[in-house]
């Protein structure tokens, strides 16, 4: 008997049967093999910036920012189609680490043919992206074999992913004039698939889980923003010209990615997702936050232009050279005050606040100074959301635990 127990124990560890986890579970935190996902695919977001700032800088502006909207949605949608399957069906065995490894390896696909799809060439790309979706199918087909509960919805995310990426392939072949059509018709038919699969019945995603998911490729490509901008400003400085605006500039750039990161995690994002009632505001949520990653990633794009400009090696004007930073982080602002913040929160300064200084962002690409005002701005917009939080419990936490008195008025992020 002893024997045989130890058998099923080694067994365990090769294959566990992929069945759906509690939604409900404790201290649920990501895996290393979470992060080493979401290591790799910022790689891609890395290339992906590079791609636009270098798309801005020559002066070829609606080009770049479109190839950039197209090239981060294939990232993005590798990266949160998995995210939120692990949430639900992650074994951590080795079939499923296999697997993922095999969508590592897409997403790098994706990273290499970046540069390609930036001229018009979007063949490396689809190659990793389909790579990607059907490793994904691999794992639904899996689920559908071991969880009974959830074989119907993982069987229609399976065909709805295989039907859509057969489509792409296609498109290649198709003439010039329809690549943009056919892009969004695909794009739709990818966002319908998980809409339509979980029409009945949710998969048991964890949102403590998926928040903090979230949270982190947040902050990875808040990082990356950093990386790109301090090496132009680096690239700059070693040529011994311009010293003190680089130095300038890179002080206001750094204000302005801890402010953006403050302001993402100044309300928990799990509050909306635990009191998520349709699947519509699920996936409003989870959809909504490729403007965030996207605005966040594109950041790093616009600090570079401004190094370029600062120091005379770009061929753009001042305005849409300020406008490559202002507009990212006003729809930042934007996406955070929608996603996490809501215009019917308690605390109205916070309410209006977001939207405004989105505003005032935008009015600042008209200045002498654009980076350094709209980081005041965006630092000063954090001064008012600790101000006006000042003292009140975050949403889920007791009086006590927060330091108040029973009696406090506590806020809400909604």
Known sequence: MAESSVRRSRLRVWYRPMTMRDSGEGHRVATPLELLFDLCFVV????????????????????????????????????????????????????????????????????????????????????????????????????????????????????GITIVQILWVVR????????????????????????????????????????????????????????????????????GKHTASLISLAAAGLVLVFSLWWLYFDQPGHVRLEKAKSLFTVASWGYGHYLIFASAAALGAGLEVAVDYDTHTGHVASLPAAMATTVPVAIYLLSVWLMHIGPTNECRPIAIGFPVTAVLVLGASFTPAPIHITAGLAAALVVLTVVATHGEPVPGESPIDAGQSPGAKKGTPL
């Not at 930036?118 to 790579?131: R, S, T």
Request: aromatic fraction near 12%; charge should be negative; include cysteine.
């Open 44 to 159: 891609a977001v890395a290339q992906a910036a590079a791609g636009l700032h270098h798309a801005i800088a020559e002066n070829h502006i609606g080009h770049g920012v479109l190839s950039f909207g197209m090239v981060f949605f294939a990232i993005w949608w590798g990266w949160l189609n998995f995210s939120w399957f692990a949430s639900s069906f992650d074994t951590d065995d080795v079939p499923y680490r296999l697997v993922t490894l095999v969508q590592i390896a897409g997403g790098l696909t994706v990273a290499a043919g970046v540069s390609s799809a930036f001229e018009g060439d979007f063949k490396i790309v689809v190659a990793g992206y389909v790579l990607m979706r059907l490793a994904m199918v691999v794992q639904w087909l899996r689920a559908a074999r071991t969880d009974p509960e959830c074989r119907p919805a993982a069987l229609r995310y399976a065909i």
């Open 172 to 239: 290649l072949g198709l003439p010039e004039s329809l690549a943009l059509p056919s892009f969004f018709l695909l794009l739709l038919a990818e966002l319908a698939v998980p809409v339509i699969a979980e029409r009945k019945r949710w998969t048991g995603w964890h949102p403590h889980h998926i928040a903090e998911r979230y949270g982190l490729f947040t902050i990875i490509v808040l990082g990356e923003s950093i990386l790109g901008a301090t090496t132009a400003v680096k690239e700059g400085l070693d040529e």
